[in-house]
């Protein structure tokens, strides 16, 4: 499937904000400042294998290699898209760092 020039800058800045809002809702919530920067790859982890989940624990050594392979073979938008995923997760984190130093307490 074909991407246009439109599709990809609305699809980064959906994905930056997604995980961006999330972030900062469970950073207010838990008190966990990076929690969404660490559970960001996991979430990735699920978007791009097409493995099921108890079969990493069942056959180890096929599911990461199909893992790595998928990751592998990921197309440009699709990375752009993903790290900008990222970067709204660490946004988040980094935003809450800047308010509680301001004096901003959340719950």
């Excluded at 972030?23 to 207010?28: A, D, P, T």
């Excluded at 990461?64 to 997760?89: K, N, P, Q, Y």
Aim: charged letters at 15%; a positive charge.
């Amino acid at each position: 499937m074909q991407m246009t020039i439109f599709t990809l800058p609305i699809s980064m800045l959906l994905f930056f904000v997604l995980f961006f809002g999330i972030g900062f809702i469970l950073n207010m919530l838990l008190r966990m400042t990076w929690i969404m920067a660490f559970v960001y790859p996991i979430i990735t982890i699920f978007i791009v294998d097409k493995v099921r989940f108890i079969e990493y624990f069942t056959d180890s050594k096929s599911s990461f290699t199909e893992l790595g392979t998928r990751f592998s073979h990921l197309a440009l938008a699709d990375i752009l898209i993903l790290s900008s995923g990222l970067a709204g997760a660490i946004g988040a984190g980094i935003t809450m760092r800047i308010l509680r130093k301001k004096g901003y307490r959340m719950f």
